[in-house]
């Protein structure tokens, strides 16, 4: 049981390049979420999707798409990326009347 | 507007002794709580959670959380650390109107001394 999957873990991009992460669960959770974390600001809510084909916008959402085609699959897209962009990017699902956060080890993201 | 903050950003304590990090929150009920640790590289894992009943919570690793309404408090503690304690640890707090959309609290770096 794998858990919670993020694809790529590390990445550097160039300043206008885009890119996809890939978040796969095995757990048939029906919430996913994309965090990003930088120093002294915790955890930030991108996009979250409480179900497939459905998705939502959080707290910092710009600059960022997500697609939920599939129940067990959230992907991160970063169509032209930024500086503002470097950061460690958190997948996280629950399945919905626990509360329970189940997280992936972190996307690693360098923008330069 | 609702809130969750950690007002202790670092936290040195010695190995052995005892530990208490602070949690507040600004809700105008009762939300759900939780207390998240993450060890350096790692994604974060949930210690403990308190969504009604009793106000003690006892979770993972011998951590638990005392909830008092009183003082919109949700404190983590620990009675004797160890070395392998050294991490990040996150409050958070959900909402029934909100059910899903999590809020994180900036987090408290925890280093245990010998």
């Known amino acids: 049981n794998a858990g919670v999957t993020q694809t790529p873990k590390f990445r550097v991009l160039k300043t206008g390049q885009s890119m996809t992460l890939l978040c796969a669960q095995d757990m048939n959770h029906e919430y996913m979420y994309w965090y990003r974390q930088d120093p002294g600001m915790g955890l930030r809510l991108i996009h979250y999707s409480v179900g497939e084909g459905t998705t939502a916008k959080g707290e910092v959402p710009d600059g960022y798409n997500v697609s939920r085609l599939k129940k067990q699959n959230f992907l991160l897209g970063l169509e032209s990326a930024a500086p503002s962009q470097t950061s460690v990017y958190f997948c996280?699902?629950?399945?919905?009347?626990?509360?329970?956060?189940?997280f992936g080890e972190g996307s690693r993201l360098t923008v330069l | 507007a609702q809130s969750v903050t950690q007002p202790d950003i670092h936290i040195t304590v010695s190995e052995g002794a005892s530990l208490e990090l602070r949690c507040n929150y600004s809700y105008g009920a009762t939300p759900y709580l939780f207390w998240y640790v993450q060890s350096p590289g790692q994604g974060l894992q949930l210690l403990l959670k308190y969504f009604s009943g009793d106000t003690l919570v006892q979770g993972i690793k011998g951590f638990e959380a005392e909830f008092k309404r009183s003082q919109s408090s949700f404190n983590l503690r620990k009675p004797s650390v160890h070395w392998s304690d050294a991490a990040e640890y996150f409050c958070a707090f959900m909402t029934t109107d909100s059910w899903g959309k999590f809020q994180f609290g900036a987090g408290t770096q925890v280093v245990v001394t010998p």
């Open positions: 996280a699902s629950i399945y919905h009347n626990t509360g329970e956060l189940f």
